[in-house]
């Protein structure tokens, strides 16, 4: 198993496989417009306007688990991003990132690099996986790490 296995539905609707993103560095985001650590989203669009064209692709994953801080449709999902937020990076359909009904993208994510002390639920928007270019998860990183401290380890792997 591998993340380009994975398919995955855009914030518009339409399928696509992961595999679209092999050989890039990857920076796959829960997020929710809602949350507090909302104005990470200019951070992560910095990140993408930086380094899009060096190989990163910044990948955001509404999720409205989490005191239902994302309780829009995908339409008002892009919506929000893009005029309160600028954002330009690729969006998907919202998810659930942890119990039954987990997405398997984030099954395999949570599997793949557990949280502090091993733990494997996600705990907040805002989590951030980073994935080299051969598709394995380097690091997890905790909705209070912001973007820009996330910078070093993506210009490693670019």
């Not at 992560?44 to 994953?61: I, N, P, S, T, W």
């Not at 270019?133 to 792997?157: A, F, N, T, W």
């Amino acid at each position: 198993m591998s993340i380009y296995d994975f398919e995955v539905r855009t914030i518009r609707g339409e399928p696509e496989k992961l595999a679209k993103y092999e050989g890039q560095v990857l920076l796959i985001v829960n997020t929710a417009t809602q949350c507090g650590f909302a104005p990470q989203f200019q951070g992560l669009q910095k990140l993408h306007e930086q380094y899009a064209d060096k190989g990163l692709a910044v990948l955001g994953f509404p999720c409205n688990q989490f005191k239902n801080q994302e309780p829009g449709n995908n339409a008002q999902i892009l919506e929000t991003c893009q005029i309160n937020h600028g954002v330009t990076f690729p969006l998907f359909a919202k998810i659930d990132v942890n119990g039954p009904d987990a997405h398997p993208l984030y099954r395999y994510l949570k599997e793949q690099a557990p949280g502090f002390l091993g733990s494997k639920p996600i705990k907040w928007n805002f989590t951030k996986f980073l994935v080299d270019r051969q598709g394995r998860i380097v690091k997890r990183y905790s909705p209070i790490v912001k973007p820009e401290r996330i910078e070093r380890d993506i210009r490693k792997l670019l």
